[in-house]
C-alpha cells in the first residue's frame, strides 16, 4: 500500500498536522456556540491475508476505510451528551456481499447522556449507545481494530473516593448489522461491577470484578434450546516493582447454566516485564503465560470451555488473531522498544497449546477454527512470529504497520491443510 504525504514541502509533520485540524474541526467549531464542538476521526488500512483457514491458495488483499464524526453537547458543567456516527466500508475483498466486521454502511455508534464527570468526579451517569472499557479488555471492551468495532446500549453509574473506584452497569451488546439500523438483540443482557483500589498496595491497582451474561435461545450440549445463565468473578492486579520490573495478573471463573448444562470454567493471565531504563531506546523484555480452560467431554453437561464475553483480543494471544481466550494455553515472549517519542517497535514470539485436546481452537472472536472430537490430533496448536512499528506523527496523524507469521503446529496440520497463515497491514490514522 502506497500513502501519499499529508505534508506540504519543507513543514513537519506536527506543524502540517496542526494545519490540518485547523482547516477541519478547529474552523467548524469557530463558527458554532461554545457549548457545541465537533470532531472526527479517519482510517485507513491495508490488510493481507496469506493461507486463510491454513489452506493452500485462499489469499486476500483489501482496504478498509472507517469515517467517524463526532458531537458533543455539553449545556452545563455537569452535563455532556455524545453522538458519534460512523461509516465503515471495504474494497477489494474477495467475499461479496461484506458486512461486519469489515462494513457497516453509515449508523448512529453512540449517543449517550452523561451526568457528572465519569472520569475524575465523585458521581457519574451515563446512559444510552456507548463503549465500555474495563481494564486491558480481555473480557469486555470495543475491539475498535475492527473496522466496525463495538457498542452497547446501557445505563452506568460511577462512584470514586479517595482512590477507590466503583463502577455498576445494566446493558446489551449493540448487533451491527449493515443496511440496516443496529440495535440491540431483546433478552441479549449483560450487567455488572467493575471495582478499583489504587491505594491498598503501593505503585499497583486491584480491580475486582462480577459480570452476568444471560443470552437467549443458545445451544446445549444435547441439542437443544436453552437460555445462558452465567456469572464471571474475577480479579485484576497490576504494578511495578523495584529494579525497573512490572508486572500484571487477571484470574477469572465462570459459573452459570445453559439450558441443562451447567457452566464451569476459569482463565488467567500472568505477566512480567523488565525496562532496561539506562539505554536510550528504552527496551521492555515481556515475558507472558496466559490459560483459558477447554471442554472434555461434550456430552457429559458441564461446559468447561470459557467464555471470553466481550473482548478486544487483538493482538493479546498474536497479531493474526487465530488464537482467543478459550481452551487454550499461550506463552508469549516479547521485545519493546522506542525509537524517540514518537516511534515505536514491537517483536514477539507466540506458542500455543489447547487446554482439551477434544476441544476447538477457537479464535480472538470466539468462532471455533478447527476440531478433532477424539483428541488425536495432539494439543500443539502452532507458533507465531509477530513485527508491529508505530509512528505517532502529533496528536492528530498515526501511521502504523505490522506482519503476523504463524506456522501451523501439530494440531493445525492434522486439523486443517496446515499451510502457514501470514498476515501484513498498514493504517494511517488521522483525527481532525
Not at 491458495?57 to 476505510?65: K, P, S
Not at 472499557?133 to 452497547?152: C, D, I, K, P, Y
Not at 446493558?171 to 443496511?179: E, H, T
Not at 500455543?352 to 490430533?377: E, F, H, N, Q, R
Request: charged share 20%; with cysteine.
Amino acid at each position: 500500500m502506497i500513502i501519499l504525504s499529508l505534508y506540504s514541502c519543507g513543514a513537519t509533520a506536527e506543524q502540517a498536522s496542526h494545519s490540518s485540524a485547523l482547516q477541519i474541526s478547529d474552523e467548524v467549531n469557530r463558527h458554532l456556540p461554545a457549548w457545541l464542538r465537533f470532531s472526527g476521526e479517519y482510517r485507513a488500512r491495508m490488510e493481507g491475508i496469506s493461507g486463510a483457514g491454513f489452506a493452500p491458495g485462499n489469499n486476500d488483499l483489501y482496504f478498509l476505510n472507517r469515517v467517524r464524526l463526532n458531537l458533543a453537547v455539553k449545556p452545563s458543567s455537569w452535563m455532556k451528551i455524545a453522538i458519534q456516527g460512523q461509516d465503515a466500508q471495504v474494497f477489494g475483498k474477495n467475499s461479496n456481499p461484506d458486512g461486519p466486521p469489515f462494513e457497516d454502511t453509515l449508523d448512529l455508534r453512540m449517543a449517550y447522556v452523561e451526568l457528572g464527570d465519569s472520569e475524575k468526579g465523585p458521581v457519574a451517569l451515563l446512559v444510552g449507545r456507548q463503549e465500555m472499557v474495563f481494564g486491558e479488555q480481555r473480557l469486555v471492551g470495543h475491539v475498535s481494530w475492527l473496522n466496525t468495532a463495538r457498542t452497547f446500549d446501557a445505563a452506568r453509574f460511577h462512584l470514586r473516593h479517595k482512590g477507590a473506584r466503583l463502577e455498576a452497569f445494566a446493558a446489551s451488546v449493540v448487533n451491527i448489522r449493515d443496511g440496516q439500523f443496529n440495535q440491540h438483540l431483546a433478552g441479549n443482557n449483560f450487567h455488572g461491577l467493575y471495582g478499583g483500589l489504587e491505594r491498598l498496595i503501593p505503585k499497583a491497582t486491584i480491580e475486582p470484578y462480577a459480570f452476568w451474561r444471560l443470552s437467549p435461545r443458545m445451544t446445549t450440549e444435547t441439542g437443544a434450546t436453552g437460555n445462558l445463565n452465567s456469572k464471571t468473578i474475577g480479579v485484576r492486579w497490576v504494578g511495578k516493582l523495584p529494579g525497573n520490573l512490572d508486572y500484571g495478573t487477571e484470574l477469572a471463573r465462570q459459573a452459570g447454566a445453559l439450558g441443562s448444562d451447567r457452566v464451569l470454567a476459569w482463565a488467567g493471565h500472568w505477566l512480567l516485564g523488565y525496562t532496561v531504563s539506562s539505554l536510550s531506546v528504552k527496551p521492555r523484555l515481556v515475558i507472558e503465560y496466559n490459560y483459558a480452560s477447554g471442554d472434555d467431554d461434550p456430552r457429559d453437561g458441564i461446559r468447561g470451555t470459557f467464555d471470553q464475553l466481550y473482548p478486544t483480543a487483538h493482538d493479546k494471544y498474536g497479531l493474526a488473531d487465530q488464537v482467543g481466550w478459550r481452551n487454550i494455553h499461550h506463552v508469549r515472549g516479547g521485545l519493546e522498544l522506542k525509537l524517540g517519542a514518537a516511534s515505536q517497535i514491537t517483536t514477539s514470539y507466540h506458542s500455543w497449546w489447547l487446554a482439551s485436546a477434544t476441544d476447538a481452537l477457537y479464535s480472538a472472536t470466539s468462532s471455533p477454527i478447527a476440531k478433532v472430537p477424539d483428541g488425536s490430533a495432539g494439543r500443539h496448536v502452532g507458533h507465531e512470529l509477530d513485527f508491529q512499528w508505530v509512528f505517532t506523527a502529533s496528536k492528530q496523524v498515526q501511521v502504523a504497520s505490522g506482519y503476523a507469521h504463524m506456522v501451523p503446529g501439530t494440531f493445525l496440520k492434522t486439523a486443517t491443510p496446515g499451510k502457514t497463515y501470514r498476515f501484513p497491514y498498514i493504517s494511517l490514522t488521522y483525527a481532525f
